[in-house]
């Protein structure tokens, strides 16, 4: 009976140990992609820096320039909270470490206690010659045998207790040393957030200082506003009118293909003939779309949050109706994203399409909409344009070169809709 209740405890002792090594290797995992996201940050925070770097060689300041530096400081809030979820984890785990090494010192103890008692009868009871008097003292050679095994057995329980104390020693320092390692790495983070909150308010007052500068500049910056509307309900008016001609194009298509269909079947039904499968121009859904295009859009559909990114860069306008930065009650409205880039950066397909137009518009240089079935993405403020309508692209092939205005911004304007529906593209590129 002793010894089953000494091998459940042994049990009992390495499943808490295997529990304890399940945790550390769920808050790995967890620190992996910790580790990912703050290194993808970082980057991003390098690549606003340097686009940062050249605006901020202008003379002047600009609307751009405060973007720039908006972005920066989404980005060090970011990398800050994620400096504290590092120290949240690091808290978990230093607990986590805290109780098995705890655990496992009662268990050392206790087999000590153990150890102990064991050798105290044994002095007590028995030395080396008590050993032969009690062996040879037999009455039969089967009892001989029967104390010669317990005698052995006797030993080698001292010998295992000895043993399993050792280990348990040898996994305490282990524990213990884990345990040193996280703290110091604890110190590291600290000191990294504390830095990272110095930069923060760094650009927190460069900021002001922007928003200071461009306050004086109000009425340029309500002249600028008003072009900008203007420009861009020219390119909204004109995507809409693409939208359209598409809409009616297919609807043709579609009204075509069933006259011919119901006029073949007229002339098979007079001919007596069966009546034949449908073709591919009669398998259009009521949009007007083909199987194929049907298809692409339901693939594009799926590929939500996973497309890739049209060119290197950072958002620096986001999406939809937000209050200006600068001037107060002003609310501007976005049609998609702005990216900005490094000059001369290729501009690259998000998904397989139709390119159907290309043109060249006011305060977007050359623009490119491709249709992926019933979706259409957009990309504006292109230098120059290397597709042309009609082409057929691939997902990442290049579609022009991005344009640098007159103050040194690299930005690409990028947008994604369904029919006449605009939709948020962040919501619909990688994350990043």
Not at 19 to 47: H, S
Not at 326 to 351: C, F, H, M, S, W
Request: charged share 30%; glycine share 4%.
């Amino acid at each position: 009976m002793h010894f089953y209740k000494k091998l459940i405890s042994l049990f009992l002792l390495c499943a808490t140990l295997s529990v304890g090594f399940f945790g550390a290797a769920l808050g790995q995992t967890n620190r992996e992609q910790l580790e990912k996201d703050k290194k993808a940050n970082q980057d991003k925070i390098k690549q606003i820096q340097s686009v940062l770097k050249k605006t901020s060689s202008q003379k002047n300041v600009n609307m751009k320039q405060l973007q720039v530096i908006n972005s920066q400081i989404t980005a060090q809030q970011k990398q800050i909270g994620l400096l504290n979820d590092d120290l949240k984890l690091l808290d978990n785990e230093l607990h986590t470490l805290g109780i098995e090494r705890r655990k496992l010192d009662q268990d050392l103890e206790k087999l000590k206690k153990e150890y102990a008692k064991m050798i105290y009868e044994a002095s007590k009871r028995m030395n080396t010659l008590n050993n032969l008097i009690f062996l040879f003292s037999a009455n039969t050679f089967n009892q001989f045998v029967l104390r010669y095994k317990y005698l052995k057995q006797y030993t080698d329980a001292r010998q295992n207790q000895a043993s399993q104390m050792e280990a348990l020693k040898v996994q305490i320092a282990a524990q213990q040393s884990r345990i040193t390692s996280k703290k110091d790495q604890q110190k590291v983070i600290l000191s990294d957030r504390m830095s990272e909150a110095q930069k923060l308010t760094v650009m927190q007052t460069q900021k002001n200082t922007v928003v200071t500068e461009l306050s004086k500049q109000e009425k340029e910056l309500r002249v600028e506003l008003a072009k900008s509307r203007q420009q861009a309900a020219m390119l909204e008016k004109n995507l809409k009118e693409i939208i359209e001609r598409e809409r009616r194009e297919r609807l043709a298509r579609e009204k075509a293909a069933r006259e011919k269909a119901e006029r073949e079947r007229a002339e098979r039904e007079a001919r007596g003939e069966a009546p034949k499968p449908e073709t591919e121009a009669e398998k259009l859904d009521l949009s007007g779309m083909t199987d194929e295009e049907v298809k692409l859009a339901s693939s594009f559909t799926a590929s939500k949050a996973r497309l890739p990114w049209p060119v290197r860069g950072f958002v620096t306008d986001h999406f939809g109706r937000q209050a200006h930065p600068v001037l107060k009650g002003i609310i501007v409205d976005n049609l998609g994203v702005d990216i900005q880039t490094n000059a001369g950066e290729p501009v690259r397909a998000v998904y397989d399409g139709l390119v159907l137009d290309v043109n060249s518009m006011p305060g977007y240089g050359y623009v490119v909409a491709i249709q992926h079935g019933d979706y259409m993405t957009v990309y504006a403020k292109l230098r120059s344009a290397s597709v042309r309508p009609g082409q057929r692209v691939k997902a990442r092939d290049n579609i022009g070169v991005v344009a640098t205005d007159g103050e040194g911004t690299s930005e690409l304007q990028f947008q994604v809709w369904r029919n006449t529906t605009k939709l948020n593209p962040e919501s619909w590129l990688i994350r990043r």
